[in-house]
């Protein structure tokens, strides 16, 4: 919030301690305060909704490219905090009281996820309903392909690797697509302002 411009380092890493906030939240309403995961889905969706609502209505806009104002990053950061801990409930919903498991509920999500694509492509979805929906829709696949990864058994009903060895790999794989990032934008930077030339 206090950066004036795009920082790779910075962003990633918000968005990386933003994701684990809203993950431990929805875990938080699920064991610490015993609401069912069906009614943790319901509420986040609805405050997801809430928000984008708000946005939309003060803002008149949801378009990514217009977040250059400090309310519409408040808004931005709320919905990241938001699917994130959507995507936790929801995945863990899809898996436990619907009966799927994780793997095909990663399936699932990931055959969710083409709908937007399919309909921006050939039904003229809006861009910006479709890029939310998408970006939307990766928080649960994300969290239904991790438990199937990671979760250890008896409680996982997956290849239980455990989510310390998964955190640590997912975490060496996020610095390598950081510093790839960084050198990209560092490139970027660099053609879009030249050093003037000397003489």
Do not use: C
Request: proline content about 6%; aromatic content about 14%; charged content about 10%.
């Amino acid at each position: 919030m206090a950066t004036k411009r795009y920082i790779p380092v910075v962003y990633w890493l918000t968005v990386t301690a933003v994701s684990i906030f809203g993950t431990m939240s929805a875990d938080y309403l699920n064991l610490n305060l015993g609401m069912p995961l069906w009614g943790s889905t319901v509420m986040l969706l609805g405050l997801q909704a809430v928000v984008f609502i708000a946005w939309y209505t003060s803002q008149k806009t949801l378009d990514m490219h217009s977040i250059n104002t400090r309310p519409r990053e408040v808004f931005y950061w709320l919905t990241v905090i938001f699917t994130f801990a959507l995507g936790t409930a929801a995945g863990d919903f899809a898996a436990g009281p619907l009966g799927l498991g994780t793997l095909a509920s990663t399936f699932v999500f990931l055959a969710v996820i083409l709908l937007p694509a399919a309909g921006y492509r050939w039904l003229r979805f809006n861009e910006v309903f479709a890029f939310w929906f998408a970006y939307t829709i990766t928080r649960p696949l994300g969290a239904s392909f991790a438990d199937w990864l990671g979760v250890p058994a008896p409680y996982g009903d997956g290849l239980h690797l455990g989510t310390g060895p998964m955190s640590l790999a997912t975490g060496a794989v996020l610095v390598a697509v950081l510093a790839l990032v960084i050198t990209r934008h560092r490139s970027e930077t660099a053609r879009q302002n030249p050093l003037p030339e000397v003489g």
